[in-house]
């Protein structure tokens, strides 16, 4: 830290550089993050050995049975090395995590493995273990996870076998993550509102001295992909890879764009979200006996009870209102809605998303019916979807940076996934 006051102090022209420097960055790779004016900015870049200079970004995240869909169902079609997997450390850089999960105990698990250098600084009542070993925070909030992506993605990438796994009933089943033997560590870099790209260096930096074997980052820029020694998740895995270390980051949400893909740098694993054969289907049945198929995750039962349709502009208090925007009512019985994606969303009242067309039949049926009832029926999971198919929100190439390189390497389920979440955060899936 020493040599990068000596550099503020240098290029600032003040011997003290209080507030200035942010994050300094010395266990696996040498920089630091501060606070500079434009002209500062320009005097660092031109100093000897300088390889980048660049303005911090805001960050975002992104995001049952899919490992049965790709023949990898427990017991069978696999070959596990226990020993192995019990021997091997994944890395999530996130929003943290929520130890108590179930995903997490550490049930049958032994010591940690030796080559662990990393520490338990979860914050306030947060405790690790054999599992979950390892804890670090870069938000001032403690790692205990407040928005639940961090715990979604460190339970597929390496949670527990949980048995009778269900969102209310919902796609029942086990959940499980990739390698359910391996410990994890959590560094928790976002906050429910932004991840600093300074806290993403920081991360990377304790992990790869930490000693983890794998790096899982769920979080980009949300926009088109930078050029490497501007992206701090390229900076981080290059620094990794050099250690061994294989970084796994996701491909973004902003499909089905082409060149949405933001993470293309060769040395990182880029992962695009596809669909299993199983999709949450929530029927709309009308009074006149027609069916109609919508997409969310309902946990709501109605028990089959017809209520009044009413379309947007009247009184919805006791009925169902039929809309055009995408969001529930707070006062109708349900909602339904014209927003028909290849994946269901979840609300906090009964909802159901219907394709333009059905939409467009169920509006003109409630404007050409007197007295117009229906119905909104509880999720149920099909399995006849044909897949994989890419999903709509999934980031698409090609690469921005070296047209040459294929970006996204790889899909993987990334649709209506059944994971662990925080209680404190939106369940997700």
């Not at 805001?58 to 169902?73: E, N, P, R, V």
């Not at 294989?246 to 040395?267: Q, R």
Request: aromatic residues 8%.
């Amino acid at each position: 830290m020493s040599h990068h006051v000596s550099i503020l102090q240098e290029i600032t022209g003040e011997s003290s550089i209080d507030g200035r420097l942010v994050r300094s960055y010395k266990r696996s790779f040498n920089g630091f993050a501060a606070r500079l004016s434009e002209p500062e900015r320009e005097k660092i870049a031109e100093m000897e050995g300088v390889v980048s200079v660049f303005r911090s970004k805001k960050l975002q995240i992104q995001t049952t049975a899919s490992w049965d869909f790709m023949g990898l169902k427990e017991g069978k079609n696999t070959k596990r090395n226990l020993a192995v997997e019990s021997d091997t450390i994944v890395g999530l850089i996130d929003t943290g995590i929520w130890p108590e999960s179930e995903s997490f105990s550490d049930k049958g698990f032994g010591p940690p493995p030796k080559k662990w250098k990393g520490v338990c600084s979860g914050g306030k009542n947060f405790t690790c273990n054999n599992k979950l070993i390892g804890a670090r925070d870069y938000t001032r909030e403690g790692t205990r996870d407040l928005d639940g992506h961090g715990s979604h993605t460190s339970s597929i990438a390496a949670g527990n076998a949980v048995s009778g796994a269900s969102f209310f009933g919902i796609g029942n089943g086990t959940a499980r993550g990739g390698v359910p033997a391996a410990r994890i560590a959590a560094y928790k870099v976002c906050t429910s509102t932004e991840c600093g790209s300074e806290a993403v260096l920081s991360a990377f930096d304790d992990a790869i001295a930490d000693g983890v074997d794998f790096i899982s980052i769920s979080i980009g820029g949300g926009g088109a992909a930078r050029r490497y020694e501007e992206d701090t998740t390229a900076i981080g895995a290059f620094h990794a890879m050099a250690k061994g270390i294989l970084t796994v980051n996701s491909a973004g949400n902003s499909g089905p764009k082409p060149t949405s893909v933001g993470s293309v740098a060769p040395w990182i694993l880029t992962v695009g979200a596809s669909t299993t054969n199983r999709e949450f289907l929530t029927k709309v049945v009308i009074q006149n006996g027609k069916t109609l198929f919508g997409r969310s995750v309902n946990a709501f039962d109605l028990q089959g009870k017809n209520y009044p349709l009413v379309f947007q502009g009247s009184e919805a208090k006791g009925k169902i209102l039929v809309s055009v925007y995408s969001f529930s009512s707070d006062v109708a019985v349900a909602t339904i809605t014209k927003d028909y994606k290849n994946y269901a969303t979840i609300s906090s009242r009964p909802l159901s998303a219907l394709s333009p067309d059905d939409f467009d039949f169920l509006v003109s049926y409630v404007n050409s019916t007197k007295s117009a009832q229906g119905t909104v029926l509880k999720t149920e999971a099909d399995f006849n979807q044909k897949a994989p198919k890419v999903a709509s929100f999934s980031s698409r190439g090609p690469n921005t940076i070296a047209v040459d390189l294929l970006k996204p390497d790889i899909t993987a389920p990334g649709v209506e996934i059944l994971a662990a979440y925080s209680p404190l955060g939106s369940p997700t899936f």
